[in-house]
T-cell receptor
Framework: GENVEQHPSTLSVQEGDSAVIKCTYS??????FPWYKQELGKRPQLIID?????GEKKDQRIAVTLNKTAKHFSLHITETQPEDSAVYFC????????????FGTGTRLTVIP | GAVVSQHPSRVICKSGTSVKIECRSL??????MFWYRQFPKQSLMLMAT?????????EQGVEKDKFLINHASLTLSTLTVTSAHPEDSSFYIC?????????????FGSGTQLSVL
């Protein structure tokens, strides 16, 4: 099966700085890579996703990059704000959709005002 | 986006009792639902995959007789923790994948915090 590794496990940045979270996956057949944000005690929320036919996707302050050759993908948050503080999970799917997702171990991001 | 409703949000029960958690897709039909367990500061651990009208598929190490899953309709899946014990205390989250336009996205319920005394 797929194995997804996520780094770092914790990340602290000053407000306004950028944050980068990286994930690697093991199965080259994986073709869908979503990112979820989970605030304490709440449900994970999909914030951005990317498919294997695209190298980069951006949505306002959030961007995701995918390197299929190296089998890694990254989440980039620019101009961080305190409300960005949460746990972020990456995931990879073999099926092109959300039916067979394998999650990373999560990154706790803290944005210091 | 699609909405997944999960109830109850919090339950406290005595050891030995059974607890039922409901997961509903409110505005789409979910052919597949997933149940996860999440310990504090840890990732989502997939427990089982629930397909409408068929038996759930359990992950290795998850006791199917203890965690009963029923997916009787395209909008409802239930997880029953039978004879709960303190070690079953955890945050349980469901998610759903829809048919049609929603079948490429995963939507999560709000979670259930189970505390077994």
């Amino acid at each position: 099966g797929e194995n997804v590794e996520q780094h770092p496990s914790t990340l602290s940045v000053q407000e306004g700085d950028s944050a980068v979270i990286k994930c690697t996956y093991s199965d080259s057949a994986s073709n869908y890579f979503p990112w979820y944000k989970q605030e304490l005690g709440k449900r994970p929320q999909l914030i951005i996703d990317i498919r294997s036919n695209v190298g980069e996707k951006k949505d306002q302050r959030i961007a995701v990059t995918l390197n299929k050759t190296a089998k890694h993908f990254s989440l980039h948050i620019t101009e961080t704000q305190p409300e960005d503080s949460a746990v972020y999970f990456c995931a990879a799917s073999l099926g092109g959709g959300a039916n067979n997702l394998f999650f990373g171990t999560g990154t706790r991001l803290t944005v210091i005002p | 986006g699609a909405v997944v409703s999960q109830h109850p949000s919090r339950v406290i029960c005595k050891s030995g009792t059974s607890v039922k958690i409901e997961c509903r897709s409110l505005d789409f039909q979910a052919t597949t639902m997933f149940w996860y367990r999440q310990f504090p500061k840890q990732s989502l651990m997939l427990m089982a995959t629930s397909n409408e009208g068929s038996k759930a598929t359990y992950e290795q190490g998850v006791e199917k007789d203890k965690f009963l899953i029923n997916h009787a309709s395209l909008t409802l899946s239930t997880l029953t923790v039978t004879s709960a014990h303190p070690e079953d205390s955890s945050f349980y989250i469901c998610s759903a994948v829809g048919a049609g336009g929603h079948n490429e996205k995963l939507f999560f319920g709000s979670g259930t915090q189970l505390s077994v005394l």
